[in-house]
C-alpha cells in the first residue's frame, strides 16, 4: 500500500518547498532508495536542479533530467503516466501525480502559502479517499 507523508513548513516561502526536496532527495540517495521528483514546470525543475548541485557545500547527489535518465538513482520530471513505478515520489506539483499508484512512497511538501496549503488539503482528501497511509509532519524548522 502507498504511503503519503505531508511535511507542512513554517514558511510562506514556496521556494522553501525546493530546499527541503533536496534534503530529502539527500536522505534517500543515501539510503539507497531511487528517487523520483515530479516538478511543476520547467522553470521549478531548473531551479531544484541547481540547487541539488550546490544546496549543501559537502553533499553530492547525482541526478539528471527524466528525458536525459540513464541510471540515476534520483529522476527530476515534468510528466508522469499512470504506469511509472518507483519507491519513492516527491510530489512537488500541486495536483497528485497520474503515477501516484506505483509508488510504495510519495512525499508532498506544504508551505503556509494559501494556493499551496489549499491544493494539498485537496491532495490528502484524494489520497484518502484511495485508502492511502496518511502521515502529517510538522515541522518546526525547514
Known sequence: MTRVDFY???STDPAARLAFACRLVDKAWKQ???VYVHCADAEQRQRLDDQLWSF???S??????AETSGDSPVVLGLTTTAEQTGELLINLSL??????????RIAEVVV????????MREGFRFYRKLGYAL???????V
Open 8 to 10: 507542512v513548513l513554517p
Open 56 to 58: 549543501r557545500p559537502d
Open 60 to 65: 553530492f547527489v547525482p541526478h539528471d533530467l
Open 32 to 34: 539507497g532508495m531511487p
Open 95 to 104: 495536483a497528485p501525480p497520474p503515477c501516484h499508484a506505483g509508488f510504495a
Open 135 to 141: 502521515q502529517d509532519h510538522q515541522l518546526s524548522r
Open 112 to 119: 503556509e502559502a494559501p494556493d499551496v496549503r489549499q491544493a
